[in-house]
């Protein structure tokens, strides 16, 4: 199966500059599937946005299709959209 996702700025970095990539899968999956899949092409994909317990990191929003995702286990569809997003911080 195959899953778009959208990457925020600061990882673009990681991804050779894009902001949209597509990642395969098998089925069925979950949107930890999906984060190694993308640390498998683009190492350090993964660690910037989830933590060590495998929690999504504080600052971190990730969103299935137009519902946020509480965690890893999320299942994923074929086709479905995964978009990360960053929160702004600092003075």
Do not use: K
Not at 9 to 26: E, R
Not at 55 to 81: L, Q, S, T
């Amino acid at each position: 199966m195959r899953v778009a996702v959208r990457l925020p700025t600061h990882l673009h970095q990681y991804s050779g500059g894009l902001a949209d990539v597509q990642v395969d899968c098998a089925a069925p999956a979950t949107l930890g599937d999906v984060l190694a899949a993308l640390d498998a092409r683009w190492p350090g994909v993964r660690h910037r946005v989830i933590d060590e317990q495998d929690g999504i990191r504080r600052h971190i929003r990730i969103f299935v299709g137009n519902a946020a995702v509480p965690g890893i286990a999320a299942p994923v569809r074929d086709g479905d959209e995964v978009m990360i997003v960053a929160a702004l911080s600092g003075g």
